[in-house]
C-alpha cells in the first residue's frame, strides 16, 4: 500500500502559479502510476495530469495543457504538478492519486489511493 499527502494549494490571483507536492511513503512509490485530479462541489473528480511510473509519459487534460507541468522524483517518493496561468476554472480540490496499472489502460485507472486533497482557488 501507499499513504498519500499533498500540499502546496492555496489562494493565487488569475495568471498566477501554484506548486503542488504529493509525497507518498513505502517502498515501491516507484510501482504506481501517479495522477493529479481536480474535484469541483457537485462534479465528479476529473483527471488533470497523469503520469508513468518512470516518468517516460505523461497525460494532461485538454484546458491545461501548455500551462500545467506533471513530474515524479522516485528518490524522493514524491510527485509535483506545477500550475502556470492559472484561472479560475481552475479552481477546485485537488486530489494525488496512485494505482498499480491493472485495472485498465493508462491514464484511465481506478486508482485505488488517494490523498486527503487540498484547495487550490483562483480569483479573478
Known amino acids: 500500500q501507499v499513504q498519500l499527502v499533498e500540499s502546496g494549494g492555496g489562494l493565487v490571483q488569475a495568471g498566477g502559479s501554484l506548486r503542488l507536492s504529493c509525497s507518498a511513503s513505502?517502498?515501491?512509490?516507484?510501482?504506481?502510476?501517479m495522477a493529479w485530479f481536480r474535484q469541483v462541489p457537485g462534479l465528479e473528480r476529473d483527471i488533470v495530469a497523469a503520469?508513468?511510473?518512470?516518468?517516460?509519459?505523461?497525460y494532461y487534460e485538454d484546458v491545461v495543457k501548455g500551462r500545467f507541468t506533471i513530474s515524479r522524483d522516485n528518490a524522493k517518493n514524491m510527485v509535483v504538478l506545477q500550475m502556470n496561468s492559472l484561472q479560475p476554472e481552475d479552481t477546485g480540490i485537488y486530489y494525488c492519486?496512485?494505482?498499480?496499472?491493472?485495472?485498465?489502460?493508462?491514464?484511465?485507472?481506478?486508482?485505488?489511493?488517494w490523498g486527503q486533497g487540498t484547495q487550490v482557488t483562483v480569483s479573478s
Open positions: 492519486a496512485a494505482d498499480l496499472g491493472y485495472s485498465g489502460d493508462w491514464p484511465v485507472y481506478e486508482y485505488d489511493y
Open positions: 513505502g517502498r515501491t512509490f516507484s510501482s504506481y502510476y
Open positions: 503520469v508513468t511510473r518512470t516518468g517516460d509519459r505523461v
